[in-house]
């Protein structure tokens, strides 16, 4: 009797799971655009929670029809949940997204506040190996780093030929978290004499710094430039605004403070085109571009993590040069040809910019 109860047991927890499987294999979701961000990021009328009833979670395959563009993704919570320029689904709390990591979705899909977007189940967990490699965590507590350079991801560039104590990068000091009244601290006590703000505009800049006096200062002397730069490094409105950056360096005396949240993908874009330009190799780029997540995240140099992240930079100078291969003999050529051709700038403002960062 007890066979046959066993027996009876396994059949229905067999069953459960095959139907539970089945579910999520047939799951599909349908909504429709509600918004989008200002790094092109399409935000979706649908909250986490029902996403979630409709058998999608983290680590799961999907295709997503967005209007008349079609893509596979996989579904994450991070941008780099993913390698830069493929598609992810955003869970973010209750906040559903479709995204490109370091890309435009809005631009390359055309989409429109309104269109239809249909998410079906691809491969239930496909991604999930992947994703936990790459998870994030991250503390907000002081107490949990070693100093308040780590806590604030604060540090001076000093790869290639950039002068010492010339370039500094960090989380936004007026960024209103718990990291940005030590970023705040560490400018004061620095003798940064102009700053580029990726992530705020005026208005947003203007509300949030009359709390670091020595930062309002700054701007008062029209010594800061606020961008509101999104993080797709390929798109036109970036590369106009990362001109705008470069000319504000090349006319105005350092050192430089480069900031966007928390110093970590615009910042490190800026930053690693900038060492390019001065003479840096890959391997020192890559150092000072994994810091940001030895800082933040305290991944260590052994880890799935941190070799998964670690090819950004390569990547992002393959992208910018249309796929070329990046060596350290061709990086510096690369940025110039970028920086020319694309960004817009001349050779007379390249020479300047080298100039104040490497004098």
Not at 130 to 136: E, N
Not at 161 to 187: F, H, T, W
Not at 193 to 210: C, P, T, V, W, Y
Not at 251 to 271: A, S, W
Request: hydrophobic share 40%; proline share 1%.
């Amino acid at each position: 009797m007890k066979s046959v109860k066993n027996v009876v047991l396994f059949s229905i927890l067999f069953f459960l799971a095959v139907g539970s499987a089945c579910a999520a294999k047939n799951a599909s979701v349908k909504t429709e655009v509600d918004s989008f961000d200002k790094h092109g990021n399409v935000n979706l009328k649908i909250t986490g929670n029902l996403f979630s009833a409709n058998d999608f979670g983290l680590g799961d395959i999907v295709s997503v029809k967005l209007g008349s563009f079609k893509f596979e993704a996989a579904i994450g919570k991070n941008y780099t949940d993913v390698d830069n320029g493929d598609y992810l689904v955003r869970i973010n709390n209750q906040e559903v997204s479709l995204a490109i990591n370091m890309g435009n979705l809005q631009q390359k899909s055309g989409a429109k506040i309104g269109d239809a977007v249909v998410i079906t189940m691809k491969e239930k967990l496909g991604y999930l190996r992947t994703y936990q490699a790459r998870l994030l965590k991250k503390s907000d507590r002081r107490a949990d780093f070693t100093t308040d350079e780590v806590f604030a991801n604060w540090r001076a560039v000093k790869a290639g030929k950039i002068a010492e104590n010339r370039l500094y990068r960090s989380v936004n000091p007026i960024g209103g978290d718990s990291r940005a009244p030590y970023a705040a601290d560490l400018l004061t006590k620095s003798n940064v004499n102009a700053i580029i703000n990726l992530a705020d505009n005026e208005s947003s800049g203007a509300s949030k710094m009359s709390f670091v006096p020595f930062y309002a200062n700054l701007a008062g002397k029209n010594n800061v430039v606020f961008l509101n730069m999104g993080a797709s490094y390929m798109d036109k409105v970036f590369s106009k605004k990362l001109n705008a950056a470069l000319l504000f360096i090349a006319n105005h005396q350092g050192p430089y403070l480069v900031h966007g949240k928390e110093g970590r993908i615009r910042t490190g874009f800026v930053c690693a085109v900038l060492e390019a330009l001065c003479g840096a190799t890959i391997e020192e780029m890559d150092e000072d571009y994994m810091l940001s997540y030895e800082n933040l995240y305290g991944l260590k140099k052994s880890s799935t993590q941190y070799v998964a992240i670690n090819k950004s930079v390569s990547e992002m100078f393959r992208d910018i040069s249309g796929g070329k291969k990046v060596t350290n003999e061709n990086v510096q050529s690369l940025a110039v040809t970028y920086l020319t051709k694309t960004v817009g700038l001349s050779s007379a403002d390249l020479e300047k910019i080298k100039k104040h960062l490497q004098q």
